[in-house]
């Protein structure tokens, strides 16, 4: 009997308060989770329900106000700054709503920016290859469209081989046509490279797409499904 994937996000008890003047606002309550090697977890939920803040823990971009996270043996929630910027060159590719392209610079140096960053790095053209844009590589952001400077986007994140791969509403900005696209992109990166890739969306279709699907309410996962099987890009229904 196969052993499963090893854990690469251990969570427990994970709270994340903010305060606002004389009020606190709970974003997190107590969270618990694993995710292993190579998945693919899409969570769902409503404004405010905690995605957000979720991910950007994992990805180490803010710390908590309670509970633990460990990515493998590192504990995230008593890394000091030096060291959650190391894990976050090193171990992981973030991947926004919005792309956050400097306008000056073609797609191949958006994307060189991050490989110049990584001692394991692809080089941009091979990146935007993989995202089917090595023809645009001398293209300058305000030469492409809103789908293809989010897969520029995706190129830059995984330009270094993360270990990890987290996206926060990829296709928020984007009609449906082209969010197919870039979800495409993304599907073809955890497949072929076996990135564990978290993505967070208020879309329930693209759920479709995990291993698991989580859903959060009130800084809370309320469910964690497991599909019977995954589904192509095509096969969603919007």
């Not at 844009?133 to 830059?156: K, N, T, W």
Request: hydrophobic share 40%; proline share 5%.
């Amino acid at each position: 009997m196969s052993q499963p994937p090893e854990v690469v996000f251990s969570v427990t008890g994970l709270s994340k308060d903010y305060p606002l003047g004389d009020l606190v606002v709970r974003a997190l309550r107590g969270v618990d989770l694993e995710i292993r090697a190579g998945e693919f977890v899409v969570i769902l939920g409503p404004s405010g329900s905690g995605k957000s803040t979720l991910l950007n823990l994992l990805g180490g971009l803010d710390v908590p106000t309670a509970g633990t996270i460990r990515h493998r043996d590192q504990d995230l929630t008593t890394a000091t700054p030096r060291q959650l910027t190391w894990y976050r060159r090193r171990w992981v590719g973030f991947v926004f709503q919005f792309y956050n392209l400097i306008p000056s610079l073609t797609a191949g140096e958006n994307v060189s920016l991050v490989t110049e960053l990584s001692p394991d790095s692809m080089s941009a053209v091979e990146a935007l290859r993989l995202v089917d844009l090595a023809d645009r590589i001398d293209s300058f952001p305000s030469q492409l469209s809103g789908g293809q400077q989010q897969r520029v986007a995706i190129a830059r994140a995984i330009a270094k081989r993360p270990e990890v791969l987290l996206c926060d509403e990829p296709t928020g900005a984007l009609d449906v046509g082209t969010g197919i696209g870039v979800l495409g992109a993304i599907e073809g990166v955890n497949r072929q490279f076996g990135t564990t890739t978290v993505v967070i969306t208020h879309n329930v279709a693209i759920g479709g797409l995990a291993d698991r699907v989580l859903t959060m309410r009130d800084g809370r996962i309320v469910e964690d499904v497991r599909p019977p099987r995954r589904l192509s890009v095509r096969e969603l229904t919007w």
